[in-house]
């Protein structure tokens, strides 16, 4: 099972970038896809998520900026990230739970960076 996370850079100020996490492996099922980040020198911390009916909420800073989508069909989940600011630069990581054997299970993926210069 695997997490694979992609779509980062760099952009200026008031750019936009959209994130893709997509999940292979033998699953049956994902929920509470979401996406965190880790910015230099602070702790990760949450950005959006999304349940699999289509419920999301957000961290009061990228509201009305950052949409979060999926795709259920192809277990892959989106971070649409508009009015970008340098506050916005660091790791984004996906994360999503999985039902995998008969439990849910939490899985990371890895980080794809995302740098917004002034």
């Known amino acids: 099972v695997q997490l694979q996370a992609s779509g980062g850079g760099l952009v200026q100020a008031g750019g936009s970038l959209r994130l893709s996490c997509a999940a292979s492996?033998?699953?049956?099922?994902?929920?509470?896809m979401a996406w965190y980040r880790q910015a230099p020198g602070k702790q990760r911390e949450f950005v959006a998520r999304?349940?699999?009916?289509?419920?999301?909420n957000y961290v009061d800073s990228v509201k009305g900026r950052f949409t979060i989508s999926r795709d259920n069909a192809k277990n892959t989940w989106y971070l649409q990230m508009n009015s970008l600011q340098p506050e916005d630069t660091a790791v984004y990581f996906c994360?999503?739970?999985?039902?995998?054997?008969?439990?849910?299970?939490?899985?990371w993926g890895q980080g794809t960076e995302v740098t917004v210069s002034s």
């Open positions: 994360n999503a739970d999985l039902f995998i054997t008969l439990k849910w299970r939490n899985y």
């Open positions: 492996g033998s699953i049956f099922d994902l929920n509470n």
């Open positions: 999304i349940s699999r009916e289509g419920d999301a």
